[in-house]
């Protein structure tokens, strides 16, 4: 069983372990009052935390989301609002002028990103922000010396990065008098590789939690007709009716949670139940012997 909120890093943020995503927002076709309606209802499930980047929609996700809960008194308060940068879209038909998609990290970027990110989200403050994915001509120094002047001038409170490798994450870190507090990476049953590829162990050893995007594989865990994607579903429904009758994507995120790095799973759904779902998932408590017949679901492999 999972605790329902927890630190994210050691100087980060209280976060429910449960995050709503907002990547496909665009799409979901509901009207601003009705997303209203699903941030409070978020709200009351104890869902407080809401992972947005720039980027999203083709860069209008986080004013969707800004004009929906503009107005309502308290509520920001109530919730954590995670943001990512870096990335420059190329033919976007909300910002043109980029004909080849590209990453941004240097100072002036970073801080005119987050500028806009918190104009467009209608606060005053993001709780966390990312790079959203390793930027090659990245100039550590530079990137920091933005994060630092974000976080003196009080616009950003904690900081983070996405998809970076465990290098990647360390020579940031190694310019800041701060600790990053999460890298968001893809994580699920489906793709296990970051337990084994030195990820999830330098989570633990900062004491810097991941997020998980992805966590049920992008659908492909209920649709996908390979042998893995099978032999997954019918070990996670056997444990689901051995843990009380759970469906295959809540112990899907068991799995996740019970990772003592303290992952916390992004559910990127405009539909309440599946964030109901998402949240009843963290009453399973998984055995070492259950986790590990999933860990050899998605392997293929007994345990060596």
């Known amino acids: ?14 976060c429910s372990r449960i995050i709503a995503g907002f990547w496909r927002l ?22 407080t935390t809401f992972d947005h980047a720039d980027i999203y929609g083709d860069y ?12 309502n008194n308290g509520l920001r308060g109530k919730m954590q609002l995670v943001t990512k940068c870096g990335i420059r879209l190329q033919n976007s038909e909300t910002r043109p002028g980029i004909s080849h998609q590209h990453y ?35 100039n550590a120094d530079e990137t920091a010396r933005a994060f630092q002047q974000l976080k003196k001038d009080g616009k950003v409170l904690h900081f983070g990065v996405s998809n970076f490798t465990p290098s990647q994450v360390s020579l940031l870190q190694s310019r800041l008098p701060f600790q990053l507090v999460t890298n968001q990476i893809e994580c699920s049953v489906l793709r296990i590789d970051p337990l084994h590829d030195g990820t999830l162990d330098q ?20 649709t996908g007709d390979g042998e893995k994607e099978k ?20 112990v899907a995120l068991a799995w996740l949670l019970c990772h003592p790095s303290g992952i916390f799973p992004v559910v ?14 963290l009453g399973i408590a998984l055995s070492r012997e259950q986790w590990y017949r999933i860990w050899s679901a998605s392997t293929g492999t007994p345990v060596p």
């Not at 990290?105 to 922000?129: C, F, H, N, P, Q």
């Not at 989570?203 to 209920?222: D, E, I, K, V």
């Not at 990127?268 to 998932?281: F, N, P, T």
């Open 26 to 47: 665009r799409h979901w076709g509901i009207s601003r009052n009705q997303l209203t309606d699903f941030v409070h209802e978020c709200i009351d499930m104890g869902v």
């Open 104 to 138: 941004n990290t240097d100072y002036d970027y970073i801080i005119a990103s987050a500028e806009r990110s918190l104009k467009l989200l209608g606060t005053d403050r993001i709780d966390v922000l990312l790079i959203h994915r390793p930027d090659a001509l990245m």
């Open 268 to 281: 990127g759904s405009g539909k309440l139940a599946r964030i109901q779902d998402a949240v009843a998932s």
């Open 203 to 222: 989570s633990q050893q900062m004491r810097m939690n991941p997020m998980a995007w992805s966590p049920l594989g992008g659908g492909s865990l209920f």
């Open 231 to 250: 032999r997954l579903r019918n070990e996670l429904a056997a444990i689901g009716d051995e843990t009380g009758g759970y469906g295959i994507d809540q």
């Open 1 to 14: 069983m999972s605790k329902k909120r927890m630190a994210m890093g050691e100087e980060g943020p209280d």
């Open 60 to 71: 209008t996700c986080e004013q969707l989301f800004g004009d929906a809960v503009a107005g």
